[in-house]
């Protein structure tokens, strides 16, 4: 068995309560300890303490394999800061204020997200039909090519 990199659990584990991105946990260890890491055993370390994630991966609002050249559009954002406000993550100010006006925009405009890969623009609103129960238009089938690592 390989060398042990962590120095002390409690201190990592205060880390992650204290919301301290990878990054800098890779640069503090480095610093503090001479010891060089990676992203993948910080994200091992927490996995194995049962720690939540910082990212929240919500496959039922975004059910789609999205292009690199649509993940940045406003309409993913407000999906991503939506499936953060469903799980109970505390949202920024800015956040909150911009994805309650957005949503209801959604609700008295009458329409639901939809994504067409195939399209320049990716995201689009189109009117909201019975058949859809959420802020999206479902695809038949999901396309996000790797589940919740959290849900297996």
Same mark, same amino acid.
């Given at each position: ?14 880390? *992650? ?26 994200? /091992? *370390? ?11 991966? /919500? ?5 789609? *394999? ?22 109970? #993550? ?16 959604? #609700? #008295? /405009? ?10 320049r623009e990716g995201f689009s609103y189109v009117p909201r039909r019975a058949a859809d129960n959420d802020i999206i238009r479902r695809p038949h089938t999901k396309?996000?090519?790797?589940? /919740?690592?959290? #849900?297996?």
């Amino acid at each position: 068995m390989g060398v042990r990199k962590i120095q002390d659990e409690s201190e990592v584990v205060r880390w *992650f309560e204290e919301g301290r991105t990878y990054q800098w946990m890779i640069e503090e260890y480095r610093r503090k300890y001479g010891i060089e890491t990676v992203v993948s055993m910080w994200g /091992n *370390f927490r996995r194995r303490r049962g720690l939540d994630r910082r990212i929240v991966r /919500n496959d039922d609002l975004i059910p789609w *394999f999205v292009k690199e050249e649509h993940r940045w559009a406003y309409p993913l954002t407000m999906l991503r800061a939506e499936g953060r406000r469903r799980a109970g #993550k505390e949202l920024t100010g800015t956040d909150e204020t911009r994805l309650a006006s957005w949503l209801d925009t959604l #609700k #008295k /405009n009458g329409s639901v997200v939809q994504y067409d890969p195939d399209t320049r623009e990716g995201f689009s609103y189109v009117p909201r039909r019975a058949a859809d129960n959420d802020i999206i238009r479902r695809p038949h089938t999901k396309t996000t090519p790797r589940p /919740n690592a959290d #849900k297996s």
